[in-house]
């Protein structure tokens, strides 16, 4: 039985033509700054988010941490999401790394913070408090949804961190998600802001490697904090080899991941004892729940893996379900077909 594995588009293997690019990769040392391949990918990846410069880094977890430590000192605090996967889900390493403090203010459903909540946030300058020094957005933004952030809202947000003396910096792990959910160029949406990180290794299925974008200064500066946590990568060409395919090659294909997100859902809204919020399903990330007794959903995700479809549990009753590279409208089917039969039998 083939399984079809939705917990995440981070289990996507490399394509054919990744495979093939990461063995003729041209290589070398890139601490010394002089592996080919690594330069033309940060070359691009600078040129297609609208930056100066940009630095390839292990992983998004890292490019968020390097970004963040870079535009802060130890005692400042930054405000974020309380859903956001930096305050969530990066070991919170921004404060045991940094000496950075995190700020959590409400992620709203669809992934914004409310401005009111980040105006209130802001510290006056008084000694008892600390800096407030950054605004971090999340786009799309994984746990609301895998909703996607305007380039409205993305501006107004800029503006508000300008008015105060804040930087923002956005974590843009699927931010090629986003630009295509809005049927915008992805500049549209890291125009403003003045960092981000965006992921190689979801949307785009490469097996590894992330971005951290900005001005040259930064990126400088954040080669520096990359090194201090220790992802100065040698023959890195190997990693940017698969990236710079992603780049080329699978962002034009996102829009089959949403169609498949889309067609999951539609399908869960028809199974008993299910629900979901479809209006909410604008990417690849599906959320839903499960009301059922005795059928909590980790005994949910337990049986369908059982019937080779594999979802991630993320609550009491609520499972993730997250479309990608390699996934079909078939595999879809058919993992609706194993939900409906698992259901039916609870
Ligand atoms: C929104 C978001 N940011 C950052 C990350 C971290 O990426 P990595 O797993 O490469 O550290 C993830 C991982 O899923 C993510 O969903």
Redesign the pocket.
Known sequence: METIDLRSD?VTLPSDEMREAIYRAELGDDVFGEDPTVNRLEQMSAERVGKEAALLVP???MG?LASILTHCRRGDEIILGDHC?TFLYEAGGISALGGIHPRPIPNQPDGTLRLEDIEAAIRPDNVHFPRTRLICL?NTH?RCNGAALTPEYTVVVTELARRHGLVVHL?G??IFNAAVALGVDVRVLTRDVDSLSF?L??GLAAPVG?LICGTRDFVAEARRARKILGGGMRQAGIIAAAGIVALDSMTDRIQVDHDNAARLAEGIVQISGLSIDLARVQTNIVYFEVARERLGAEELARRLAGQGVKVLSVGPTRLRAVTHYGITADDIDQALTALATVMTSA
Do not use: P, V
Request: hydrophobic fraction near 5%; aromatic fraction near 0%; glycine fraction near 6%.
């Open positions: 981070t992983t998004g977890t968020n996967h999340e994984n974590d792990a699927r992921c290794s979801k992330s």
